[in-house]
């Protein structure tokens, strides 16, 4: 950062405020929870500029007054910004006529980004003088942007012979296996890569570089284009029992890569019928996809981080450099079709490395789901970096039998957000779509008790009935009623009465008519009584 000369600090003070200028007064103090992440993202999210603390008076009459804030501190700023709103901010400390002040000199948010802030607004932005929330035109017209793709950008300085022959040799493999052109066999290396999309007027790309470039040459150019891989015997050890580093051509490393977890891939065995059968911790396909996408989608303008992968026998993390792209959250990822470098994803698919460019979580979860594994987890992502947890422990065996059986006996298809359905009432008991619940309950797969909002879903009879276990079934479906009619007894125990009003509060999932049924079974067996007029009345103890 270069310091700011008193002539250039001169000029400041003789600009008007605006949508890439503040002047603050802060002669004392400055907040840190709400107005300093609010300026801050709020002046990226206008193009980036400058805040300035120890300034007072409006256009034609500023005075430095100076400011005691973040004395002794300041330069711990810029981490403490980093984390709350995600933008490296430097932070300057300058004395004009014997008076402190302090510049921020802030970036532009990034084309198709916006900055979210912890402090009052969730993505501030300027109003005149003052700070709002933005609105959703504005919204709008950043997440339609244009994002530059990185991956299609030329590398100025290197050439052809910058790529790894054997590299390229297997680039021509996979692309004539793919397509059946056997043009692809023949053609020079040249025209190869620009028949793909990796050079253009003899320029090779950052595409063509992260794929086959030689590792000399990535160490000098891209050295971020780096994997790896740490393995834990046991997941909660801080120390690794064994790690290794990958800044070669992707395209050699793939193999490489998966051949490390599937070296030390774990069989867990489970009974079906007379036949033994397994399921392995690390899915061959899911990791490949899992490391294609975190190549493919990664944020190469951080030059500090790398693809990073953990792994253990009951653990499998990949995270990626760079958040989400704008629009794409934790909870919509599998279905967004979302490029970051769209160049490099589009020649993953023209070599039959990735089915469709752009997606794959989709795969992933599908056979977790298959699998009886649960779903895979991206809920510990940031603004920072994309966290993918694959779960690799067989969580139940009864739901992947349960799968088979329904689609081999119904002779069915279930598309893959059914998939997602029937794992969620698994685990949760929920349906989102009703469109799912009806064909679900019309095939018997699921059950429904309750006819209110707060209807519980569950796997059918026939799930309990696969895994032999008819009793947990029966006592499954008993146990939610037997929940509530102890719960009312406990309210009225307590409180020496209940009323229609407070049931209803305590259990807003419940219709008036299911409450007023429970009520009337704990009066058939003995234990409560009515009291009072019916619209008024109240329920007691029997004595």
């Known amino acids: 950062m270069n310091r700011t000369t008193s002539q250039e600090f001169i000029k400041l003070l003789n600009e008007s405020e605006g949508c890439n200028l503040e002047f603050k007064t802060a002669k004392n103090n400055f907040s840190t929870d709400q107005d300093l992440p609010d300026y801050c993202a709020a002046l990226a999210n206008e193009g980036g500029g400058k805040l300035v603390l120890g300034v007072k008076g409006d256009v034609d009459n500023k005075e430095v007054i100076g400011t005691s804030a973040f004395s002794g501190t300041y330069n711990k700023l810029p981490n403490e910004l980093l984390n709350k709103i995600g933008i490296r901010i430097d932070v300057e400390e300058l004395v004009y006529c014997d008076k402190r002040v302090l510049i921020f000199h802030i970036p532009s948010r990034k084309p198709g980004n916006f900055i979210r802030s912890t402090g009052k607004y969730r993505i501030p932005m300027r109003a005149g003088e003052s700070l709002c929330e933005m609105d959703d035109i504005t919204l709008k017209k950043i997440l339609k942007e244009d994002i ?115 070296n030390r891939n774990v069989r867990t065995p489970f009974q079906q019928g007379f036949l033994q ?95 009886g594994k649960g779903l895979p987890d991206l ?51 929920v349906v989102s779509k009703i469109e799912h619940a009806k064909k679900f309950l019309k095939l018997g797969i699921i059950e429904k008790h309750g006819r209110t909002k707060g209807s519980r879903y569950m796997l059918s009879h ?39 009003s407070e049931f209803s509060e305590a259990f807003p999932e419940l219709s008036t008519d299911k409450i007023s049924n429970l009520l009337r079974d704990l009066r058939a067996d003995g234990a409560v009584l009515f009291e009072g007029s019916k619209r008024g009345g109240r329920w007691v103890l029997r004595p």
């Open 148 to 262: 530059p793709d990185f991956s299609a950008q030329p590398v100025s300085g290197i050439g052809l012979g910058s790529l790894d022959e054997s590299a390229i040799q297997k680039l021509r493999n996979l692309c004539l296996v793919k397509t059946g052109n056997k043009n692809y066999e023949n053609c020079s290396d040249q025209q190869l890569l620009k028949d793909i999309g990796l050079i253009k007027d003899g320029i090779i790309n950052f595409a063509a570089l992260i794929l086959l470039g030689r590792k000399e040459v990535l160490r000098d150019f891209l050295p971020q284009a780096e994997i790896v891989f740490e393995w834990r015997q046991v997941s909660s050890k801080i120390a690794h029992d064994y790690r290794k580093n990958w800044r070669d051509p992707f395209i050699n490393i793939i193999d490489e890569i998966w051949g490390e977890l599937g």
């Open 462 to 500: 026939l799930f309990y009935v696969y895994r032999d276990k008819k009793g947990t079934h029966t006592r499954l479906v008993g146990l939610e009623r037997s929940k509530y009619k102890e719960l009312i007894l406990a309210h009225i125990i307590k409180n020496g009465e209940g009323k229609m």
């Open 379 to 429: 809920s510990q992502s940031t603004d920072h970096s994309v966290k993918l947890f694959i779960p690799t422990t067989l969580i139940d065996p009864s739901f992947v039998l349960f799968l088979e059986k329904i689609i081999n006996e119904k002779q069915i298809s279930l598309s893959f957000e059914e998939m997602l359905e029937l794992e969620d009432v698994r685990a949760k008991g």
């Open 277 to 371: 059968r397994e399921i392995l911790a690390f899915d061959e396909r899911s990791i490949r996809e899992a490391v294609l996408n975190a190549v493919a989608h990664r944020d190469y303008s951080i030059n500090a981080q790398s693809i990073f992968i953990s792994a253990s026998p009951n653990s499998f993390l990949i995270e990626s450099p760079g958040g989400f792209l704008p629009g794409v959250t934790p909870e919509n990822a599998i279905f967004e079709r979302a490029w970051r470098n769209k160049r490099l994803a589009e020649v993953l698919e023209k070599t039959g490395l990735v089915e469709r460019s752009g997606q794959g979580l989709d795969l992933i979860f599908e056979h977790s789901i298959r699998s």
